[in-house]
């Protein structure tokens, strides 16, 4: 007896969702009186569909449903694309060699050429992706820390690195100079290696700062 009444209460429910998905577009008004459990049961079967439809297929659908689709789910169909034409390009490029055409990565992710034409051309202003660089440079501060005590610990290519990211910092060329008054110390921008200092390192971390030196 539950279960009839169970199967009663749900048969109106799957033919409303059948209408709506019946429909060539649809609308904020069609889903208007769906409680709660029937829009996630649209909601999963609009899921189901972006994961089984392909190319020109999936765009229709999504032009299909774009009435109806909330932010966050607009936000992972973007980083669905992104992250797909990313590694597709890696893929393809390490295959060939080259740069993939569009046609290529569209073949290798599922996606239409029109729609890795049209990431590819807006991703650089897109909110995502400007809040991933954001994300990125967040850690700079603490990778720049990671390599000074890397350089002050006596990795001499380390130091190198820091002194270069320190100077395009300032937007200043990385310069080594060497005191031409009594030749006893060493300066990089602002940091001097002085005799004492040079005395306490290896032959090797003299020789490479003997390199980095004949380099610039």
Same mark, same amino acid.
């Given at each position: 007896?539950?279960?009839?009444?169970?199967?009663?209460?749900?048969t109106?429910s799957?033919?409303?969702?059948?209408?709506?998905?019946?429909?060539?577009?649809i609308?904020?008004?069609d889903?208007?009186?769906?409680?709660? *459990?029937?829009?996630?049961?649209?909601g999963?079967?609009t899921?189901q569909?972006?994961?089984?439809?392909?190319?020109?297929?999936?765009?229709?659908?999504?032009?299909?449903i774009?009435?109806?689709i909330?932010?966050?789910?607009?936000?992972q169909i973007?980083?669905?694309?992104?992250?797909?034409?990313?590694?597709a390009?890696?893929?393809?490029?390490?295959q060939?060699?080259?740069?993939p055409t569009?046609?290529?990565i569209a073949y290798?992710?599922?996606?239409s050429r029109?729609?890795?034409a049209?990431?590819?051309?807006?991703y650089?202003?897109?909110?995502q992706?400007l809040?991933?660089?954001?994300?990125?440079?967040?850690?700079?501060p603490?990778?720049?820390?990671?390599i000074?005590k890397?350089a002050?610990?006596?990795?001499?290519? *380390?130091?190198?690195?820091?002194f270069?990211?320190v100077?395009?910092t300032?937007?200043?060329?990385t310069?080594?100079v060497i005191n031409?008054?009594?030749?006893n110390y060493?300066?990089?921008n602002?940091?001097i290696?002085?005799?004492?200092?040079?005395?306490?390192?290896?032959?090797?971390?003299?020789?490479?700062?003997e390199?980095?030196?004949?380099e610039k």
């Open positions: 007896m539950e279960i009839e009444n169970t199967l009663t209460n749900l109106p799957c033919d409303k969702i059948n209408r709506v998905m019946g429909l060539q577009k609308t904020k008004a889903i208007e009186g769906f409680n709660e *459990a029937e829009r996630e049961s649209l999963d079967i899921n569909a972006l994961k089984h439809l392909k190319g020109e297929e999936r765009d229709d659908f999504l032009n299909k774009e009435p109806i909330t932010p966050a789910t607009n936000e973007w980083e669905y694309n992104h992250l797909v034409i990313g590694r390009i890696a893929k393809l490029m390490g060939y060699g080259s740069m569009k046609y290529a290798e992710t599922g996606l029109q729609t890795v049209k990431h590819l051309t807006g650089k202003t897109h909110p992706y809040a991933e660089m954001e994300q990125f440079k967040y850690m700079v603490k990778i720049l820390a990671t000074c890397l002050y610990d006596g990795d001499i290519r *380390a130091a190198r690195l820091y270069e990211i100077g395009a300032n937007q200043q060329q310069k080594t031409e008054q009594n030749n060493i300066q990089i602002n940091t290696l002085s005799q004492e200092n040079l005395n306490r390192l290896s032959k090797e971390q003299l020789y490479q700062i390199r980095i030196v004949r």
